[in-house]
């Protein structure tokens, strides 16, 4: 009866998600409907419940999310792109660089082979790291590892930010008004733009393609985007889900040795994109909640929950997200092979 054990354990994570996400509403966390899944499918995941939410799931869940982004943001991202150009190409540029570097030290104290290192240490998105990284000679298991604790130390470390430093009341739901034509053709954007995007091969096809397709019929009010409440608290589940479940007990078990220092090179990242942040506050009229979310090194879809449901200038936030995401993309397979021949000994673990 292995379907019904299957059935009664995705019951069971159902429901501690269910009740994680009230718990987190109720004490004001934002996004707390990605945040209460997430830590309870790492619960899951690392004591072997065996569960992974089909791909399919988690590609409607980030059309979705590209949606949200689109309705919230519209062209704004374009106009801080012109004002902010400068400054966000600098934000992009030390994200980047404090990944580069990370990684590098990653491979010189012989934690993880070198290009495994690089393309774990990309702050970019999780999932486009993880598909690239075979290809450049990676460890897929090791680069999702690192990818996705950072994911998950990120969507913490940011919920607890925007809960202690604006007044948020949980994850945003539509409370709108919407019609069933209207979300009718939200979806149909959502499929072209995504079909869109993977044909030009652009990165985080299905968050970016209805994100931007999206946004210019949003804001050229050829479409009003309706996103019921409900589609939208799935899909932050199903993204909460599809991140805490990668941490199951055998990728676990295979890089626990890892472990201390992917931990460190975590925390070493986010406290030095918080420097960063800080000092924005500084040269731009933006708040620290702003920056912080800006410079935090991945992923966009996350973070973006986290924007929209907080008092974040969402448009600065996913201004930067968006163009760094590309830069990584861009420059990732340049820095992996840099990283891999500036430690030219043998690394444990390093594949011939």
């Not at 660089?97 to 030290?105: D, E, I, R, S, Y």
């Not at 620290?288 to 973006?304: E, K, N, Q």
Request: proline share 6%.
């Amino acid at each position: 009866m292995p379907e019904t054990r299957t059935l009664l354990r995705w019951t069971a994570l159902l429901a501690v998600s269910a009740a994680l996400a009230y718990g987190l509403s109720r004490a004001h966390f934002p996004a707390a409907l990605l945040l209460g899944p997430m830590l309870a499918a790492i619960i899951f995941g690392v004591r072997g419940a065996g569960l992974s939410l089909p791909r399919p799931l988690f590609l409607a869940a980030q059309a979705v999310i590209g949606c949200l982004v689109a309705r919230s943001a519209t062209t704004e991202i374009a106009a801080t792109l012109r004002a902010d150009g400068l400054i966000i190409l600098a934000v992009v540029g030390v994200t980047v660089v404090a990944g580069a570097l990370t990684g590098l030290a990653l491979t010189r104290l012989r934690v993880l082979p070198g290009t495994t290192a690089a393309w774990g240490s990309s702050p970019g998105g999780a999932a486009a790291m993880v598909a690239m990284a075979e290809d450049y000679g990676a460890d897929p298991r090791l680069v999702a590892f690192m990818q996705y604790v950072r994911v998950a130390a990120v969507v913490l470390s940011a919920s607890l930010a925007a809960r202690l430093l604006a007044d948020v009341t949980g994850a945003a739901s539509s409370g709108e008004t919407w019609s069933w034509a209207g979300v009718a053709a939200t979806c149909a954007v959502a499929a072209a733009g995504f079909g869109l995007a993977s044909l030009l091969r652009l990165p985080s096809a299905p968050l970016i393609g209805p994100m931007l397709l999206g946004a210019i019929l949003h804001a050229s009010g050829l479409l009003d985007i309706a996103l019921p409440g409900p589609v939208l608290d799935a899909a932050y589940a199903a993204i909460g889900w599809y991140v805490g479940l990668r941490f199951n007990r055998r990728t676990l078990d295979e890089t626990l040795h890892a472990l201390p220092g992917v931990l460190a090179a975590t925390g070493a990242i986010i406290l030095l994109c918080g420097i960063w942040a800080w000092a924005l506050t500084y040269w731009l009229p933006i708040d620290f909640l702003t920056a912080f979310l800006a410079t935090s090194p991945g992923g966009l879809d996350s973070v973006a929950i986290i924007a929209v449901g907080s008092k974040a200038d969402v448009s600065f936030v996913l201004a930067v997200q968006t163009l760094r995401l590309f830069v990584v993309l861009a420059t990732g397979p340049i820095l992996a092979r840099w990283i891999a021949r500036a430690v030219p000994a043998e690394a444990p673990g390093e594949t011939p």
